[in-house]
């Protein structure tokens, strides 16, 4: 037998977590379900790792640098491949995200059919973390009359 295992919670480093909740909290309806001790300092109030959940979906962010360290604007060479990290989220009415999405002012394209049968919703997150919002499309009905 297997071992048995009950979720999955990716951590993704972000550059500015203030910045990052906002976004999965705000605009995705993440619940902040637990976060590191806050820190003060002279740029305000934050903590460096959160959990996040979202109807059973877990997600943990931490801060890509330590206290003091961050620089004053994300290092490309560093997130250059986190368009390569792609989060996909299981959404029965992918049109709803879209319009959701749409109506919290992002700028998005609209959903499209894959080749393989999925209907999709692709953005990034403040930190170029791709996320995919999908589901099985719907078939076409088959006409019952053919000539």
């Given at each position: 037998m297997g071992i048995e295992l009950k979720g999955m919670a990716p951590l993704l480093q972000v550059f500015d977590m203030p910045t990052a909740i906002a976004f999965y909290c705000g605009t995705l309806g993440f619940e902040l379900v637990a976060n590191s001790p806050v820190v003060k300092n002279p740029e305000g109030e934050f903590f460096h790792w959160a959990l996040l959940r979202h109807q059973g979906i877990e997600l943990m962010l931490n801060t890509a640098y330590d206290?003091?360290?961050r620089p004053p604007a994300p290092d490309p060479k560093r997130?250059?491949?986190?368009?390569?990290t792609c989060l996909y989220f299981g959404a029965p009415d992918v049109d709803a995200v879209y319009d959701h999405l749409r109506g919290k002012g992002l700028d998005l394209r609209p959903p499209t059919i894959a080749p393989y049968g999925m209907k999709q919703l692709y953005l990034h997150d403040p930190d170029g973390y791709n996320l995919c919002f999908q589901w099985a499309a719907s078939k076409p009905e088959k006409s019952a009359a053919r000539s």
């Open positions: 206290e003091g360290q997130i250059a491949a986190h368009d390569d």
